[in-house]
């Protein structure tokens, strides 16, 4: 059976700051309380990891990541309060996306297009 996804982002001034991708980098930093090591997880670069965290503190207006310089050891990194606000806000909002793009799809396209047997898809 065939599976409907998207992709849901938003773009300041034609440049994305939020979506998906930034949802599983603000992810890793919250399980890992490391820039460092959610990079890794994520195969990006640490850079541009940075990159996104400031682009999306820009756009949100507010700091979504304490830093916490370290030592020898490494530093902490972990979301504040408005970052785990936004975080828990864009899963409640993309809960059951999915979904409603399937049925919608199904709707437009029928059963030629590889739509469940059920009328609700």
Known sequence: ???????????QDGKPVF???RVRLL???????SLAAAARKLRM???TAWQHVNLMERAYGRPLVERHPGGPTGG?????KAGKDLLDAYRKFRQGIDGIVSRRFYRMMGADAGAPASDDP
């Not at 992810?27 to 309380?33: K, M, N, Y």
């Not at 902490?76 to 504040?80: K, P």
């Open 19 to 21: 979506g998906d991708g």
């Open 76 to 80: 902490v990194c972990r979301l504040t």
């Open 1 to 11: 059976m065939l599976q409907v996804k998207c992709r849901i982002w938003m773009e």
């Open 45 to 47: 670069p640490y850079r």
């Open 27 to 33: 992810e890793a930093i919250a399980d890992s309380e």
